[in-house]
């Protein structure tokens, strides 16, 4: 099996934002995610298509239309106004499923939250 590491670093202290991992194994990719809101656990059988856009969108240099084409609920920790990826220390998040980033943008982190709750 080969294991593709593509977990960001926070921009603000250097640690891992995110874990994004790809994993090649008999059958298809399994993707591995942990993030700011949750994560998949032991990952998740995808297509290679989405895995191509997944590696594309972690992989630098970064841009929001590759970001927004891995379709990740929290962008993977990804800023789209600063451009750069937080940690879960430095998104700040609220009970509300939603945090913000050390600039104070705004962004949905919790795949269940909406503003009704």
């Not at 994560?39 to 240099?61: C, E, M, Q, Y």
Request: negative net charge; proline residues 4%.
């Amino acid at each position: 099996m080969l294991e593709e590491n593509l977990s960001p670093s926070c921009s603000k202290c250097g640690k891992t934002a995110m874990i994004i991992k790809l994993v090649n194994e008999v059958g298809g990719v399994r993707f591995r995610y942990a993030g700011i809101g949750g994560g998949n656990g032991g990952g998740d059988l995808i297509s290679a298509v989405k895995a191509d856009a997944i590696r594309a969108a972690f992989t630098a240099p970064y841009a929001v239309e590759r970001i927004q084409q891995a379709d990740l609920y929290d962008d993977g920790g990804f800023c789209r106004e600063c451009l750069k990826f937080y940690c879960f220390e430095h998104w700040h998040v609220s009970t509300t499923g939603g945090g913000h980033c050390p600039q104070g943008h705004f962004k949905r982190l919790d795949p269940h939250w909406s503003p009704e709750e």
